[in-house]
């Protein structure tokens, strides 16, 4: 191919585009939050650089125009300024791209000695090569020769566009599919602008082609969800995935190491997917927060999935070392609408599973969760309606009886739900979870207030009833309106204090102990009884016991149970009785099941008896039929 005398055109157009993006670029960077991840400097610096070469591409077209031999020093230098600029931009390019697949050292090392060596070279021959009459030169009769088609910078162009092609061909695996194809695509528009320039004979957007990358690398690495440094996605590229793929089928592999630090986690991360590279066709690695992290993948029918996902396991383990880790697997599912759903299940999931374990989430397991999550959301709803009279919660309640009039005056109320389509909820299910969102003191007000519409109800109807007792949970008394909102309750309904006792359980936290304190204090002078709950279970101290001015204390079923075992624990039973009924507390027995239980207790000082031998939780409704009706 003959050399041209400069027969190919140039117009400003392209470079002055470069130009204004680079400085877009530029602002784009300083006024937005980036996420200031490895090689944002070196980005910031190939963006100026990008801009510097758009400049310099514009004064050597305008000096080729006017060629002069004065200038032919000033042309071989801003030409080799122009085009090292963007070999140094694309060289960029090529290391942002090399970051993603985290190459093993051998690679590494092959990869800088091109990269780098390859740039270097570039570099040279293009500042170099024009007093040695190669490349671009202008001869002894200042007349310009160039080829387009040997020309130095166009190799570099066609060098470093194989090396991201190989990276992308052979780390296919290692690529999220996104990213994949988005650099693909980038590289293609890249390359194509310069074969369009090459068919047309034009050298003015060549510069311009560098502003795709420079995009790409800002969206792509600064702006977006992509961990660099563990390869990994965050949640709310998780959230994105999810609601991608709503009606897809893929699986997810959920992994929690919660005791790691988090340096530890990003290596692990790093080490994870390496090894994870050969697992699946097309999978996506999200980091959660609280040490998680979870793999998504479409499920593949015709591959026995159940022996890939043994083959993972064993990598897992491996990969785990000696740290605590729970796996868990699911499905998708069309129920789960968002990301956090399933994050929840799998927090489900854990709580109910050991560690260092794998658990696979099965139909009955995803029913149960979802039981409890409209237990949840009507829990939330109780919360947050406030009224009083909330049917969804209805209020138990169990006889007890009294041994020195043989007759039932006094009763516990308990709480149920009763929830649309599920029926029926015991406290089992649904007070933990009130307590830890913190919707129980709602649910407690109610439970009260329903508690003193029946005694009002009762007493008017005439029947004999000295008090109920009612439940609060330990956290409830560190609310400051706590007594207000007991005192105003029983006083909306007109009942009398004492016709309400609180059941209170022990606790080892010396806040809660003195809450108790100051909650016993106030409303003990109204005439409201307190009653020790579950003595036996907790964490009894007498001491502790001594300083707080309890009525009744109920010794929990498992101390009744403990009394039949032998005799020497029914002598232990029976001086904790002795000691409470020197201290003038009085003593309620739970859980007495039958006449055994019921000898034995009343030998243990027991003034009250409570339990399935006198009845099961009724509904407060029905305990008329265990209260006396005096003769008129
Ligand atoms: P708890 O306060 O110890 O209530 C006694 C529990 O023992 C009740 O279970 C009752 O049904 C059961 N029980 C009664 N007699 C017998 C018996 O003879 N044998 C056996 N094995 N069990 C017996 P329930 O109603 O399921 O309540 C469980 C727990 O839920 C209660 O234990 C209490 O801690 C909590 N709870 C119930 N209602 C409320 C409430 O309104 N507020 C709060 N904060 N907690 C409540
Ligand atoms: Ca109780
Ligand atoms: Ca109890």
Same mark, same amino acid.
């Given at each position: 191919?003959?050399?041209?005398?400069?027969?190919?055109?140039?117009?400003?157009?392209?470079?002055?585009?470069?130009?204004?993006?680079?400085? *877009?670029?530029?602002?784009?960077?300083?006024?937005?939050?980036?996420?200031?991840?490895?090689?944002?400097?070196?980005?910031?610096?190939?963006?100026?650089?990008?801009?510097?070469?758009?400049?310099?591409?514009?004064?050597?077209?305008?000096?080729?125009?006017?060629?002069?031999?004065?200038?032919?020093?000033?042309?071989?230098?801003?030409?080799?300024?122009?085009?090292?600029?963007?070999?140094? *931009?694309?060289?960029?390019?090529?290391?942002?791209?090399?970051?993603?697949?985290?190459?093993?050292?051998?690679?590494?090392?092959?990869?800088?000695?091109?990269?780098?060596?390859?740039?270097?070279?570039?570099?040279?021959?293009?500042?170099?090569?024009?007093?040695?009459?190669?490349?671009?030169?202008?001869?002894?009769?200042?007349?310009?020769?160039?080829?387009?088609?040997?020309?130095?910078?166009?190799?570099?162009?066609?060098?470093?566009?194989?090396?991201?092609?190989?990276?992308?061909?052979?780390?296919?695996?290692?690529?999220?599919?996104?990213?994949?194809?988005?650099?693909?695509?980038?590289?293609?528009?890249?390359?194509?602008?310069?074969?369009?320039?090459?068919?047309?004979?034009?050298?003015?957007?060549?510069?311009?082609?560098?502003?795709?990358?420079?995009?790409?690398?800002?969206?792509?690495?600064?702006?977006?969800?992509?961990?660099?440094?563990?390869?990994?996605?965050?949640?709310?590229?998780?959230?994105?995935?999810?609601?991608?793929?709503?009606?897809?089928?893929?699986?997810?592999?959920?992994?929690?190491?919660?005791?790691?630090?988090?340096?530890?986690?990003?290596?692990?991360?790093?080490?994870?997917?390496?090894?994870?590279?050969?697992?699946?066709?097309?999978?996506?690695?999200?980091?959660?927060?609280?040490?998680?992290?979870?793999?998504?993948?479409?499920?593949?029918?015709?591959?026995?999935?159940?022996?890939?996902?043994?083959?993972?396991?064993?990598?897992?383990?491996?990969?785990?070392?000696?740290?605590?880790?729970?796996?868990?697997?699911?499905?998708?599912?069309?129920?789960?609408?968002?990301?956090?759903?399933?994050?929840?299940?799998?927090?489900?999931?854990?709580?109910?599973?050991?560690?260092?374990?794998?658990?696979?989430?099965?139909?009955?397991?995803?029913?149960?969760?979802?039981?409890?999550?409209?237990?949840?959301?009507?829990?939330?709803?109780?919360?947050?309606?406030?009224?009083?009279?909330?049917?969804?919660?209805?209020?138990?309640?169990?006889?007890?009886?009294?041994?020195?009039?043989?007759?039932?005056?006094?009763?516990?109320?308990?709480?149920?739900?009763?929830?649309?389509?599920?029926?029926?909820?015991?406290?089992?299910?649904?007070?933990?979870?009130?307590?830890?969102?913190?919707?129980?003191?709602?649910?407690?007000?109610?439970?009260?207030?329903?508690?003193?519409?029946?005694?009002?109800?009762?007493?008017?109807?005439?029947?004999?009833?000295?008090?109920?007792?009612?439940?609060?949970?330990?956290?409830?008394?560190?609310?400051?309106?706590?007594?207000?909102?007991?005192?105003?309750?029983?006083?909306?309904?007109?009942?009398?204090?004492?016709?309400?006792?609180?059941?209170?359980?022990?606790?080892?936290?010396?806040?809660?102990?003195?809450?108790?304190?100051?909650?016993?204090?106030?409303?003990?002078?109204?005439?409201?009884?307190?009653?020790?709950?579950?003595?036996?279970?907790?964490?009894?101290?007498?001491?502790?016991?001594?300083?707080?001015?309890?009525?009744?204390?109920?010794?929990?079923?498992?101390?009744?149970?403990?009394?039949?075992?032998?005799?020497?624990?029914?002598?232990?039973?029976?001086?904790?009785?002795?000691?409470?009924?020197?201290?003038?507390?009085?003593?309620?027995?739970?859980?007495?099941?039958?006449?055994?239980?019921?000898?034995?207790?009343?030998?243990?000082?027991?003034?009250?008896?409570?339990?399935?031998?006198?009845?099961?939780?009724?509904?407060?409704?029905?305990?008329?039929?265990?209260?006396?009706?005096?003769?008129?």
């Amino acid at each position: 191919m003959a050399d041209v005398l400069f027969d190919y055109k140039y117009v400003v157009h392209g470079d002055i585009i470069a130009i204004l993006l680079c400085i *877009v670029v530029h602002f784009l960077l300083k006024s937005t939050y980036m996420a200031k991840k490895a090689n944002l400097g070196i980005f910031k610096v190939a963006n100026r650089v990008l801009g510097v070469a758009a400049g310099a591409s514009i004064v050597y077209h305008y000096m080729i125009f006017l060629l002069r031999p004065e200038n032919v020093i000033r042309i071989y230098i801003l030409r080799g300024l122009c085009y090292s600029a963007l070999i140094f *931009v694309y060289i960029c390019f090529c290391v942002y791209t090399k970051n993603l697949v985290e190459l093993e050292k051998k690679y590494q090392m092959y990869f800088n000695i091109l990269v780098y060596g390859g740039g270097i070279v570039f570099a040279l021959v293009e500042f170099i090569g024009p007093f040695f009459q190669i490349g671009t030169y202008v001869d002894e009769n200042v007349v310009l020769h160039q080829n387009y088609y040997t020309d130095v910078f166009r190799m570099a162009y066609l060098f470093y566009s194989i090396i991201v092609a190989i990276l992308l061909i052979a780390f296919r695996k290692r690529f999220l599919p996104k990213m994949y194809r988005c650099i693909w695509s980038v590289i293609i528009v890249a390359v194509g602008i310069m074969v369009y320039q090459a068919f047309f004979l034009q050298t003015a957007y060549t510069v311009v082609s560098f502003t795709f990358p420079i995009i790409m690398v800002l969206f792509l690495f600064h702006y977006n969800s992509y961990d660099v440094k563990t390869g990994t996605l965050d949640n709310y590229a998780f959230e994105e995935y999810i609601s991608e793929n709503k009606g897809k089928v893929f699986s997810m592999i959920f992994l929690s190491l919660p005791y790691v630090e988090k340096e530890q986690m990003q290596q692990f991360s790093v080490d994870f997917l390496r090894r994870n590279d050969n697992f699946f066709e097309s999978s996506c690695c999200f980091r959660l927060p609280e040490n998680r992290m979870v793999l998504a993948y479409e499920r593949t029918k015709n591959k026995d999935e159940m022996q890939v996902l043994d083959k993972l396991y064993g990598e897992f383990k491996k990969a785990c070392g000696n740290m605590e880790y729970q796996i868990v697997l699911m499905e998708s599912n069309g129920m789960f609408l968002s990301a956090s759903e399933y994050i929840s299940y799998c927090k489900y999931t854990e709580v109910r599973m050991p560690m260092n374990a794998l658990r696979k989430c099965d139909a009955d397991s995803l029913s149960d969760f979802m039981k409890l999550k409209f237990i949840y959301l009507n829990l939330k709803s109780i919360h947050e309606k406030g009224n009083l009279e909330d049917g969804r919660v209805k209020v138990y309640c169990q006889p007890v009886l009294n041994i020195n009039t043989n007759t039932f005056t006094t009763a516990e109320a308990l709480m149920r739900l009763e929830l649309p389509e599920i029926g029926m909820v015991f406290p089992d299910q649904f007070i933990g979870i009130a307590e830890e969102f913190e919707f129980i003191h709602t649910l407690s007000k109610i439970i009260l207030n329903k508690t003193c519409q029946n005694i009002k109800q009762m007493e008017e109807a005439g029947y004999q009833i000295d008090r109920v007792s009612v439940n609060f949970s330990v956290q409830e008394l560190h609310l400051e309106s706590f007594c207000d909102d007991v005192i105003e309750i029983i006083k909306k309904n007109d009942v009398a204090y004492d016709k309400i006792a609180i059941e209170l359980t022990e606790t080892k936290n010396e806040k809660d102990f003195l809450s108790m304190k100051r909650v016993i204090d106030r409303l003990q002078v109204l005439g409201i009884k307190f009653y020790l709950d579950d003595f036996g279970t907790g964490y009894s101290n007498f001491e502790r016991l001594i300083g707080l001015p309890i009525d009744i204390i109920k010794f929990d079923r498992s101390l009744t149970i403990l009394a039949s075992k032998n005799d020497e624990s029914k002598f232990m039973v029976g001086s904790f009785s002795e000691i409470f009924k020197k201290a003038d507390y009085q003593i309620l027995f739970e859980g007495v099941e039958d006449e055994h239980d019921e000898t034995q207790c009343i030998n243990m000082n027991a003034q009250y008896l409570q339990g399935y031998k006198y009845s099961k939780p009724i509904p407060i409704e029905n305990l008329k039929t265990f209260l006396e009706k005096p003769a008129v």
